[in-house]
């Protein structure tokens, strides 16, 4: 059940659910130094439908939690693909543009006082770069392969995809290395006293970012990879 309504704080709200500062955006409504006032009163501000914020909001928040409703250890190998790509795949391509500019933005407004945002946004470049290219190869190259092997196990196809898998393995020990970096640097998250809504998002989202990506690692290489390693 929605813990939203027109009388929930701005900025409350985009703390229990980092998403919505980009529908925030969007509209124009402050939730950083003006997000101390309710729903219904930012839309007003704004001329805008409150019922209809509201609803915008309460979509974002049933996709999060659909996402999260699942047990996808227990599928079978082409479902869970299927759920890699929509959840995983799809949720990379969604949110790494997205947060993209709010990264900028505090590293260009903070760094120079805290001089380690700098590298949070290099290493944020990196993994960008890194997972989008990642996943566009397991959805072009690779997944089509072990769809292909399972339906028609042959020696060609077994020693083919080996490589394969063992290459995606190493590229997410990469990704968790760099993972683990911001986590070090930003200590585990957790934004300096008296950091701005915007500074705040970003270490939320960052820290969201990192749980789904070891999520998503963990299905693919102890699942998905395990089941893939025992039939090659």
């Known amino acids: 059940m929605t813990q939203f309504t027109i009388n929930t704080q701005v900025s409350d709200i985009v703390t229990a659910l980092p998403q919505s500062a980009d529908l925030f955006r969007n509209l124009r409504i402050d939730y950083c130094c003006g997000g101390k006032v309710s729903l219904k009163e930012a839309a007003e501000q704004r001329s805008l439908d409150v019922k209809e914020v509201l609803k915008d909001i309460h979509s974002i928040e049933e996709k999060r939690e659909s996402r999260e409703s699942l047990e996808p250890s227990e599928f079978g190998e082409k479902t869970l693909i299927a759920y890699i790509q929509e959840k995983y795949h799809a949720g990379l391509r969604e949110e790494l543009p997205l947060l993209a500019p709010y990264i900028t933005k505090v590293a260009r407004v903070h760094g120079e006082n805290h001089p380690h945002l700098l590298r949070v946004q290099e290493i944020f470049k990196t993994l960008r770069a890194e997972l989008l ?36 393995e190493t590229e997410h020990d990469n990704a968790g290395r760099l993972l683990h970096e911001l986590r070090e640097i930003t200590n585990n998250f957790t934004p300096p006293e008296g950091a701005c809504g915007t500074y705040r998002l970003v270490y939320a989202r960052l820290e969201q970012l990192e749980k789904e990506t070891f999520e998503h690692v963990h299905l693919e290489n102890n699942i998905l990879f395990d089941r893939i390693r025992q039939a090659i």
């Not at 089509?144 to 020693?159: V, W």
């Open 133 to 168: 290219d990642h996943t566009n190869d397991e959805d072009t190259n690779v997944f089509p392969m072990i769809l292909q092997f399972l339906a028609d196990p042959t020696p060609g196809l077994k020693e083919t995809l080996k490589p394969h898998v063992f290459e995606l």
